[in-house]
């Protein structure tokens, strides 16, 4: 897949080491969450696991577990939580993307070209512990 018409998804495929629907994924939310937030030290991220999809979102947003702005919580997805302006947003897969009809390029490409709208759903969200955004 020609990775040029995706900004910064070429960095993130050389650090990352392979594309994958997963890094697709993370590449995909990190990139709809950037649209709402900015990217400053007020933004924390949720989730509930790692792996590919955080490793996008790590490296678009600026956010890491070393510098505590990446919390682990229960919930599906990824929570994107601006402490300057106290708002925030989960971002989930659509359910019926979650699953791979065993093509990884095809769900790959897929997890790229649809629109944002079409991918994902979007929530309001709030800390866990209040609206202040401390960090664990």
């Known amino acids: 897949m020609n990775t040029q018409n995706y900004p910064d998804l070429d960095l993130l495929v050389a650090s990352h080491g392979h594309l994958c629907p997963g890094l697709a994924m993370g ?7 950037l ?26 947003t600026g956010c890491s577990r070393g510098s505590g ?30 699953g791979t009809d065993g093509d990884r390029d ?7 070209t649809l629109p944002d709208n079409a991918l994902f759903n979007m929530e309001a969200f709030s800390p866990p512990g209040g609206s202040n955004g401390s960090r664990a």
């Not at 590449?27 to 969450?33: D, I, V």
């Not at 900015?38 to 490793?55: E, W």
């Not at 682990?72 to 990824?78: A, F, I, Q, S, V």
Request: hydrophobic letters at 35%.
């Open 35 to 60: 649209k709402m937030v900015d990217r400053g030290p007020g933004l924390t991220v949720y989730t509930s696991s790692g792996g590919c999809p955080m490793h996008a979102i790590e490296m678009l």
């Open 27 to 33: 590449y995909r939310a990190a990139r709809y969450a």
């Open 106 to 112: 095809r769900h790959t490409e897929l997890l790229l």
């Open 69 to 98: 702005t990446v919390i682990t919580t229960d919930g599906e997805g990824w929570a994107f939580y601006d402490s300057q302006s106290d708002e925030g947003f989960r971002i989930t897969l659509k359910k019926e993307l979650a």
